[in-house]
C-alpha cells in the first residue's frame, strides 16, 4: 500500500536516520543524518514519499539516490550486502515495506558491512575498558578503523564529542531519553554502539566531500564521469598528485562502466560514485604509487624490519634513507618520524613510511613542475637538448654518459612531457642513490672534502692510504684512538664497515680481505666513518629507550620534551622561534664553535662549515616542529619537507664530527642551560641548589647503571666547581633530569609550572583540573598543555593586558 506523504515522510525518517539503540543518547547529541539538521531531515524524508508514492516501488538505483536525500551516502557494495541479508532482490524494485525492511537493516549496523562491524568491535575491545572507551581515545581509535587519511577528521570530531560530554556534565544534564551523557571529566567512556555513531558519523563527513566533488565534475547527472576527470580531482581530494601510467593503473583497478567497449581508452571510460571511491581507496592504499613502485618500497621496508615487528624503529630508518640515497642525522630522523607517527608509537609501520615516501615525492613533483615550466617556457614539451640542464636544476644531474644510457631506455624522444621528464629525473635520481650509497650515503660535496684529506694525509694516487694516514683523519673529526679499547672498537666497526660497503655495490676490489688493516681505500674508509657514527647513535638510541622506560613518558611526551631540547640547544631558549623572529641567543652564537671543534682541526674541516649547515641547524627541524602539528596535517608536510632537503644536501661534517666527538654521541646542553631554564621559569635557585643539580648532572650520565642508584649518596668528589666538557646532557639525561626535577619538586619547580599554567583553561582541553609538575603520576599532561598552548590554541587568559597574556603565554609554551 502507499502511504499517505506526512506517514511516508514520518516513516521514512525514523526507518533511514540512524536511531540511537541500547543507551539513548548519542555521544554527539544525536546527529541524525551526518550532522543534518531537523528541518533537513523532514524535507529529505518528504522527498523519498514522494518518490514511493508516485510508483509504490523503487530501483536500486533510486535506492541510492533515496539513501543520499536521506542523509547517507551508501557505497553500492554495502547496499547489496544488506539487501541479500533481508532476502530482497538485487535487480527487482523495492515496495514501501521492503525498503522499511532495508532501511531497517542498514541502520542497525550504522551503514557498515559486516566485515567492517567486526573490525570495529575489535579495536573498540582493545582499548575499551569496563566503562567503555575513554574519550580521548576516540580520535586514535576512530584513526585505527578508517586509516591515516582521516587524522584532522576525527580529532575534530573527538573533540566536539569531548566537548558536548564537558558541557552536558556541566550542566548537569543527561541526553535524549534521560540516561546520563558519558562523561570523560567523571571518567565514563562511550559504548560500542556510540562508537558505531561515531564512526558513521566520520564517515559521512568524508563521503559528502566526496559527493560533492564528484557531482561537481557530473555536468550532466547522470552518475558517471570519465577517468581523466576523477583524476584531476585525486589530488585536490588525497593530495597525490598522480603521473600518466599510475593513473592508468589506478583506473584499470577501478573498474569502468560495463557499457563500455574493451577498446575504449582507460582514461575515457566513465566511472560512478563507487567506481569514483575505489579511485580513491586504491590511492590511499599505495599512497599513489604505481604498484611496482610500492612492491620495491615494501621490499627495502622489510629488508630494514629486523625484528619482523613490521614497524621501524628511528635507527632502522636512518640505515633505510641511506639506502634511498640520503644522507642525515638522528634528529632529522626523529623529525621526520613524529611527522608521520599517527599512532604515537615512536617508528613507523608500512602505511606511515609510505606517507612519508609520498609527501617527499609530491615535494619532488613540485619542484619538478617548476623546473619544467622554467625550461619550457610554459609549454608542454621538454627539447630533449634542454633535459640536462633542467636535471641539473632539478639536482639530479648525471655525468653524460649516464645521461645518455637513461634517455636510450626511454628511447631518444625530440622531446618530452612533464610525466617522462619527471620518470626520466625519477630514473637518475635512483642511479644517483646507488652512487651516494657507494659513497656510505655522503654528498658530492663531502666525499670531494674527504677525497682533500686523503690527499693531504698521504693517499697515493689511487687514492688509497695506510692506516696511519687515517688515524690522522679520524683524529680530525674527534675519534682519538688513545687506547687499546678504543682501537678495538674502530677495528671492529671495520669489519662491519667492510661488510657494508659490498652490500652497497663497492668493487670488490676497493674492500681488501677481511682483517686488513695496512691500506683503505676511499669508499671503505667513507663506510668505516659513517659506521662510526651509526654505532654511537645506536648508543645514544638505547639510551633514550632506557630514559623512556625509566621515566615512563609516552612518545607522545617524549616529542614535546624533545622540541624543547632542541630549542635550548639552537637558541638557548625554550621558546620556539616566533613568525619572523630574530637572531639566536647571543650565549649560542659565542658557544657553538667551542662545542663542535677542537683547536687542532685544520682549516679544511672549518671551510666545509660553508657548504654545510651547522650543528644547530640540524635540529631546527625539530624546533621548528610546532608541538601541536599532529601527523598529516599541512604543518607535518612541511616539515618533511624541510627534514628531506637536508637530508639531500647531507648531514654536514661539523654535525659529523660533533657525533663523533661528542661526549655522548650526540648533542648536549650544559649545566647553564639547565641553570637558565630554571631561572627561565621564575625560580630562584640557591647555591645548594646548584650543587644538587651538578650531582644529578654527573649521575645520569655517568653510565647505564647510574639511573638505578639514584638513591645512593653521591661521592664527596663528585661534589665541585662545574667542569663545562663534563657537566653536560644529551636529551636522554635530559629526560631524567625533567622526571626527577618534578619527583623531588626541585627548587619548587612544580608550583612555578601549576603558577604558569594556571592562565589557560586548560581544563577543558585536557578533560581535569591542573597538572602542577613536569612529569609525577600524569607526565603527559604537561606536555599535552604546553603543546596546546604552543600552537597558540589556548582560551584567553583570566585576567592581566595583552602583554603579560602574551609573556605568560610563551612561558607555558616552555613548560
Known sequence: TKPPAAAGAAAASAAAAPAASGRSRSPTKQPAA???????????????????????????????????DLGSTARRAIVEEVLTECGLPLEQELSWEAFLHFATAYQSREGFSLEQVATAQRLFLE?????????????????????????????????????????????????????????????????????????????????????????????????????????????????????????????????????????????????????????????????????????????????????????????????????????????????????????????????????LMRAHHEIEMQVGREVFNGRTGGSDELLAEHLPSALQDFGWSLDAAALSGVVREFGTPASLSFDDFFKVAQRCRRLFAEERCRMAGFSVREVEFFEGLFKSSGANEHKWIDWAGLE???????????????????????????????????????????????VLSLPLALHLIWALGHRRERMTIEREMKAMEATEYSHADVAGFREVFFNILERGTPLPREEGGGEESPKKQAAAPSMLRRASAPTLLESSAASAPPAAASSSSVAASAAAERPGTEAAKSAIARSMQRATRGEGLLNLRARLSGPLGGPTLSFIDLWELLRFLGLKPTPEHRLQLVSMIRKFTAGAGAWANENEEVAPEVVGTVDPVRDVVDFAAFL????????????????????????????????????????????????????????????????????????????????
Not at 683523519?473 to 687499546?484: A, D, E, K, P, R
Request: proline residues 3%.
Open 34 to 68: 551526518a550532522g543534518a539538521d531537523a528541518s533537513a531531515v523532514v524535507a529529505a524524508s518528504q522527498a523519498a514519499a514522494e518518490i514511493l508514492q508516485s510508483s509504490g516501488r523503487v530501483s536500486r538505483m533510486g535506492l541510492m539516490k533515496l539513501m543520499r
Open 127 to 355: 582499548v575499551a575498558g569496563a566503562k567503555g572507551l575513554p574519550a580521548t581515545m576516540l580520535a586514535d581509535s576512530l584513526v585505527g578503523f578508517f586509516g591515516h587519511h582521516c587524522v584532522e577528521e576525527a580529532h575534530r570530531l573527538a573533540d566536539r564529542v569531548v566537548g558536548s560530554a564537558l558541557d552536558e556534565a556541566s550542566d548537569g544534564e543527561g541526553g535524549g531519553g534521560g540516561a546520563a551523557a558519558p562523561s570523560p571529566a567523571k571518567g565514563e567512556g562511550l559504548s560500542f554502539h556510540e562508537f558505531m555513531v561515531c564512526a558513521r558519523t566520520l564517515r559521512e563527513t568524508l563521503l559528502d566531500e566526496m559527493w560533492h566533488e564528484f557531482s561537481e565534475a557530473d555536468a550532466d547527472g547522470d552518475g558517471l564521469v570519465t577517468g581523466e576527470e576523477l583524476v584531476r580531482l585525486v589530488q585536490p581530494l588525497l593530495g597525490i598528485s598522480l603521473v600518466r601510467d599510475s593513473a592508468i593503473e589506478f583506473l584499470a583497478d577501478a573498474g569502468g562502466s560495463a557499457e563500455d567497449s574493451s577498446d575504449v581508452p582507460v582514461g575515457q571510460r566513465p566511472l560512478d560514485f563507487d567506481g569514483f571511491l575505489r579511485l580513491l581507496d586504491g590511492c590511499r592504499l599505495r599512497e599513489g604509487f604505481a604498484r611496482a613502485e610500492a612492491e620495491e618500497l615494501a621490499a627495502v621496508f622489510r629488508s630494514f624490519d629486523a625484528d619482523g615487528s613490521e614497524e621501524i624503529e628511528s635507527i632502522e630508518l636512518l640505515g633505510m634513507l641511506r639506502c634511498l640515497g640520503y644522507s642525515t642525522g638522528l634528529e632529522t630522523v626523529h623529525e621526520l618520524v613524529k611527522a608521520v607517527d599517527v599512532n604515537n608509537s615512536g617508528g613507523l609501520d608500512f602505511g606511515e613510511f609510505l606517507k
Open 472 to 518: 690522522r683523519i679520524l683524529g680530525i673529526l674527534g675519534v682519538l684512538m688513545s687506547n687499546l679499547d678504543k682501537r678495538k672498537e674502530v677495528f671492529e666497526t671495520l669489519e662491519e664497515a667492510r661488510l657494508k660497503a659490498r652490500e652497497a655495490g663497492v668493487d670488490p676490489a676497493e674492500l681488501g680481505q677481511p682483517g686488513d688493516q695496512a
Open 736 to 815: 631524567r633530569m625533567m622526571h626527577w626535577m618534578s619527583e623531588v619538586n626541585f627548587a619548587r619547580v612544580n608550583e612555578a609550572v601549576a603558577s604558569i599554567l594556571s592562565i589557560t583553561q586548560h581544563s577543558a582541553l585536557a578533560g581535569g583540573g591542573a597538572r602542577g609538575s613536569l612529569g609525577g603520576s600524569s607526565p603527559s599532561g604537561a606536555v599535552s598543555d604546553a603543546s596546546a598552548v604552543a600552537a597558540g590554541s589556548n582560551p584567553p587568559a583570566r585576567g592581566g593586558g595583552t602583554q603579560g597574556h602574551s609573556h605568560a603565554k610563551r612561558r607555558a609554551s616552555a613548560c
